[in-house]
């Protein structure tokens, strides 16, 4: 079993900054993908950030120049810095891990999610 904790979010201003950190625990062998998706009301959950791809980071265009997402395989953690926030950033956060369990696998796990309010 995997575990995955969420923290940061929150409300915020449009233009400041925020950073979401998530952490996954249990009987991890080893991880393939570590990213953030976001889902807004009356919206499409969305990609929002991808760490350790095969082309390396990948962006959600609405983000680019905006976020970065950073992350450590062996201390099982992923971050996303968001800067010049936007009112149409705001959405529920969802941390998403990959991982190869005790051999067996790949599984998908989630986090339990965050709120970001970003007020105009």
């Known amino acids: 079993q995997v575990q995955l904790v969420e923290s940061g979010g929150g409300l915020v201003q449009a233009g400041g900054s925020q950073r979401l950190s998530c952490v996954a625990s249990?009987?991890?062998?080893?991880?393939?993908?570590m990213d953030w998706y976001r889902k807004a009301p009356g919206k499409q959950r969305e990609l929002v950030a991808a760490?350790?791809?095969?082309?390396?980071?990948t962006y959600a265009d609405s983000v680019k120049g905006r976020f970065t997402i950073s992350g450590d395989k062996v201390k099982n953690v992923v971050y996303l810095q968001m800067n010049s926030l936007k009112p149409e950033d705001s959405a529920v956060y969802y941390c998403h891990v990959q991982v190869i369990v005790l051999g067996e696998g790949p599984y998908d796990y989630w986090g339990q999610g965050t709120q970001v309010t970003v007020s105009s």
């Open positions: 249990g009987s991890i062998f080893h991880i393939n993908a």
């Open positions: 760490a350790f791809t095969a082309w390396g980071t």
